[in-house]
């Protein structure tokens, strides 16, 4: 299996401008996470897919953040008029019912930079 | 609501020490736990996952266990070496989301030194 790949790696925007990141979970993974990490602070989490059904959103998640997985597939994070409190990096992970745990693999995350 | 704790912050022994890093939860009912490695500016690396039957997992020179009555869980390194420093992570799934979100604590930076 490869990883969990997610693109851009870094990504520098000035404040007001929309973003959009990707995120390609492993394989036959069904369930989808997003999460947010700022310097020094665990991940947090921000919203999960099972197939393309958005199970549950945190209320970190503004109206300014939207997130879609069509197909089941891949999973994309939007980021509308973004503000420099955006900065963070975003990690996705995935996971499936293997022996019941869930186990959540990480990607490398997107590096985003509001300026 | 579920809080996890990591304590300390930041630790720096020399190498070969054996070493503990420790993470406590509010909420016992949890479905598994779970012990990442993170270095600068990557993602997580799962290192073990214990489920809430179980009271520990081993990998290596990696033992982790669990605690649910008193909320504990601990991840010792054996033989520590430079390139285990990196930050730690602990993370629980609460058992009436099994298959949902995480929650972290703040992590431990463990820095080896040679």
């Known amino acids: 299996d490869t990883g969990v790949s997610q693109n851009p790696r870094h990504k520098i925007t000035k404040r007001g401008q929309n973003v959009t990141f990707r995120c390609d979970p492993i394989s036959e993974h069904n369930r989808l996470y997003w999460y947010r990490q700022t310097l020094g602070q665990g991940p947090e989490f921000l919203t999960y897919f099972q197939n393309e059904a958005q199970l549950e959103k945190s209320r970190l998640l503004s109206d300014r953040f939207s997130a879609e997985r069509p197909k089941g597939s891949f999973s994309t994070l939007e980021i509308q008029r973004t503000e420099q409190g955006d900065s963070a990096m975003y990690l996705c992970?995935?996971?499936?019912?293997?022996?019941?745990?869930?186990?959540?693999?990480f990607g490398p995350g997107t590096r985003l930079t509001v300026t | 609501k579920q809080e996890v704790t990591q304590i300390p912050a930041a630790l720096s022994v020399p190498e070969g020490e054996n070493l503990v890093l420790n993470c406590s939860f509010t909420?016992?009912?949890?479905?598994?736990l779970q012990w990442f490695r993170q270095d600068p500016g990557k993602g997580l690396t799962s290192l073990l996952l214990?489920?809430?039957?179980?009271r520990e997992q081993t990998s290596g020179r990696l033992n982790a266990s669990l605690d649910k009555s008193s909320g504990r869980s601990t991840l010792y390194i054996a033989a520590s070496q430079p390139g285990d420093s990196a930050t730690y992570l602990c993370?629980?799934?609460?058992?009436?989301?099994?298959?949902?979100?995480?929650?972290f604590g703040q992590g431990t930076e463990l820095s080896v030194k040679p």
């Open positions: 992970a995935s996971s499936t019912r293997d022996r019941g745990t869930y186990e959540q693999y």
């Open positions: 993370a629980a799934r609460i058992s009436y989301n099994q298959g949902g979100k995480l929650i």
């Open positions: 214990i489920q809430s039957s179980q």
């Open positions: 909420d016992s009912a949890i479905y598994n």
